[in-house]
DNA sequence: TGTACATCAGTGAACGCGCGTTCACTGATGTAC
DNA sequence: TGTACATCAGTGAACGCGCGTTCACTGATGTAC
């Protein structure tokens, strides 16, 4: 038993380490662009191995989109108490998460490939871009209701804008003109995001 | 004299079309995706004679992209008077193109390649984001001004606001999640959004 | 008018290269007895 | 303890294929005289 766990433990490392490579190397450069030899090289085994671990090139990136999606989907963040700074958390973590070089990349990546990667595309879009839509309006129903907001109507409108604006000051830069904006300032962007959204959204009173 | 134009108009014909393919074939399945082969045979010609007429597969995609370009520059639309219907004719205009399949296609296959077509998006940048910032905030500036808004040091976070939400309804769904919005929906989509942004931006007197 | 030649758009077939994948093999680490 | 054998992670080298690009050639359309 115990080198049946050896092994287990020696071709989950090898496994990983392939995995950590190729997040890395499709990120930076897309799926197409490393080759299969680049891709063994940086995880420091040969190509053959890479068929050992994988059936072929294509579940590597699969594996890599779907530890991506999980992490994501379990860093559901530390939540505050009061409902506004809630909200604000939750914009804070999308627009770090929209921010991160590597998650920028792999999305990159996703879009790239259209045929093979439309079931890895459906896969963002349920696990990624469908977990934060509803948080979004949860948190935003909560928030007006607070406020005795007439808008509740308007939740998803709401939404819309806030993650709207957040979009287009991190991901839509990133992914099109490949221009990484500067994550020390990110919390500054949220708040000032965050204060215009307030004063179409929270009635003043 | 009248047979060099005419083997001009031939030559020209015979450019357009490997153009006109290109820009249909690169704009469905990505750069890569595309062959020489696949790409002559639907522009009707042989492999060889793409090389008459460009130098490499790239400059082909190349010149797709500055035609596209250029299409929108110079598609500076039709001007309504009063600097309310001018913003509205501006974010149509914005929520149409970013609709528009064959444009997205494009983006996409920009997107999709690093290396070489950073030059592209260089161009996408400067010509063609760069342009409606510039639109934005120019017609934004002027309604602020016409209802003697407080806020005319906001104008970029006006417009920001504005663009995002048309954004998240338009591209982002078709670039990472290939769904096609309704093109019949986008006057109402805009509208709204234009309306929800103008109780923020717009004093109600 | 007729004939030899020049020009040039266009092409089919071949070339070379890179890549994903597979194969036959190695060697380390165990077990059987 | 020693020896023959089993297991299996790992590999170098080769295979095949597709693709971008080029080459030698064709044939239509003109000009020179």
Redesign the interface.
């Known amino acids: 038993v115990s080198l049946q766990a050896f092994r287990e433990t020696q071709a989950q490392s090898k496994r990983s380490a392939i995995m950590q490579a190729a997040s890395r190397l499709f990120a930076e ?2 799926f ?2 490393v080759s299969t030899a680049a891709l063994a090289a940086a995880a420091g085994v040969s190509t053959a191995t890479l068929y050992r671990y994988f059936p072929d090139k294509e579940s590597i990136f699969g594996a890599v989109i779907d530890e991506l999606v999980s992490d994501v989907i379990q860093t559901r963040a530390v939540r505050s108490e009061d409902s506004e700074n809630r909200l604000r958390d939750l914009a804070l973590r999308y627009a770090d998460l929209l921010s991160d070089p590597l998650v920028v990349g792999l ?2 990546a ?6 093979n990667s ?1 079931a890895f ?2 896969r ?2 349920t696990q990624g ?1 469908g977990i934060f839509e509803k948080e979004f309006e949860t948190e935003i129903r909560a928030l007006l209701k607070a406020h005795n907001s007439p808008e509740l109507d ?1 939740v998803s ?1 709401a939404s ?2 806030l ?7 991190t ?2 830069p990133e ?5 990484q904006p500067d994550r020390g300032e990110l919390p500054a962007m949220v708040d ?2 965050l204060d ?2 307030s ?2 959204w929270i009635p003043s009173s």
Chains 1, 2 share one sequence.
């Open positions: 450069h897309g197409r662009e999305i990159r996703v879009v790239a490939d259209r045929g439309s595309g459906e963002l879009e871009n308007h409108q819309r804008e993650r709207g604006v957040l979009e287009h000051n991901l839509l992914l099109l003109f490949h221009v000032q995001a215009s959204w004063r179409r």
